[in-house]
């Protein structure tokens, strides 16, 4: 799944989000960005861990701005309002935490 995304990156010019594994507590999310997109303002309502995977992207949470390039990783708090901008084609993993746990 992982590498149909990379191949689709380059062309596609929406975000391509794809569920990887699902269950009561857990989340993880691919996400494809080409350079250029952006994910303007939105909310998680949980925690969010991302993990890069590809390239380089901006997270604008209005709180701080922060570039996250390959193997990076960032825990995104719930409820931060943020945007994101793709500053190369990226993919990305996010973890959506819905556990009383955290990271």
Do not use: C, W
Request: net charge negative.
């Amino acid at each position: 799944m992982l590498h149909a995304i990379l191949d689709q990156i380059s062309e596609s010019e929406k975000p391509i989000i794809k569920i990887i594994f699902r269950n009561d507590d857990t989340r993880v999310v691919a996400f494809g960005l080409k350079k250029g997109l952006k994910l303007i303002d939105h909310q998680l309502p949980v925690n969010a861990k991302i993990l890069m995977l590809k390239g380089e992207i901006e997270i604008d949470s209005k709180i701080e701005i922060v570039s996250l390039k390959e193997f990076d990783e960032y825990i995104l708090p719930p409820k931060v309002i943020h945007q994101v901008t793709s500053l190369q084609d990226s993919m990305m993993l996010v973890i959506l935490n819905f556990s009383e746990k955290s990271f």
